[in-house]
Structure formats: structure tokens, C-alpha cells
């Protein structure tokens, strides 16, 4: 079975967004009060739920990180750090890529503690 990717929730929401309108028209040529709260009930919910599924579905498709879908990498390849085994997308470079005056200009964006740690103890920053 194929993972939805938004197309499933998005049709459904259309025909509930139908079923909400058809629901109002009902509503609008109802005669007995008893009807018309009913018809006015299935109008909101049918609308309502149309709208949240339509959204989710255009949601999920706008998900980029969910399991099974590729990340758009851009033609960049993956590159690995030889001091941390820190994983970086190209065309950043790891930093046992960089040479060592680099290194210590960069050291300011490294947020990473463990990144940091792992380079003052190796002599690359001041501890």
C-alpha cells in the first residue's frame, strides 16, 4: 500500500465540502424546524470537515521530512566529518574538511556542543 501523499485527504475533502453545501440548499427548503436543525448540522459539518481535509491534504504534501520521501538534496551529496561523524549537506563543508585557520574563523556558527567539544580536544579550538 502506497504511503497517501495528500491526494486521498483532498478528495475526500471536496466531497465533503459538496455533501456541506447540498446539505445548506436542503436546510434552506426544509418545512418542519426538526429538519432544518439537522440540515443546518450536516451543512456545518460537512463544510467544516471538507475544509480541514482539504488543508490537511495540501499539508501533507507540503511535508517534506515525513517517512519514506527523499529529501531534495539539490544535486548535493552528503558529506561525513571525520572528528564527529556529523553528516553535511552539501555545499557546506565538514569541518575535518576545512583547513585549520578556517576552522578556528568558523568556530563562531558551530552550535553543535559535542561538535565543539570533540574539536577543542582535538586542538582545533580553545577550550
Given amino acids: 500500500m502506497d504511503r497517501p501523499d495528500g491526494s486521498q485527504s483532498t478528495a475526500i475533502g471536496w466531497v465533503f465540502v459538496i455533501f456541506g453545501i447540498l446539505s445548506a440548499v436542503m436546510a434552506a427548503i426544509a418545512k418542519d424546524m426538526n429538519w432544518l436543525i439537522i440540515w443546518i448540522a450536516l451543512a456545518n459539518l460537512g463544510v467544516g470537515l471538507g475544509v480541514l481535509l482539504l488543508s ?3 499539508l501533507v504534501r507540503a511535508i517534506w521530512f515525513l517517512p519514506g520521501r527523499e529529501m531534495d538534496k539539490g544535486g ?3 558529506q561525513k566529518c571525520d572528528y564527529c ?6 555545499p ?3 569541518c ?3 583547513p585549520t585557520a578556517e576552522l578556528k574563523d568558523a568556530a ?3 552550535d553543535s556542543d ?5 574539536l ?3 586542538g582545533f579550538l580553545p577550550e
Fill in 76 to 78: 548535493h551529496e552528503l
Fill in 108 to 110: 563562531s556558527r558551530i
Fill in 56 to 58: 490537511l491534504g495540501y
Fill in 114 to 118: 559535542n561538535c565543539r567539544r570533540i
Fill in 92 to 94: 557546506a563543508q565538514p
Fill in 96 to 98: 575535518s574538511a576545512m
Fill in 85 to 90: 561523524d556529523f553528516k553535511v549537506v552539501g
Fill in 120 to 122: 577543542a580536544q582535538k
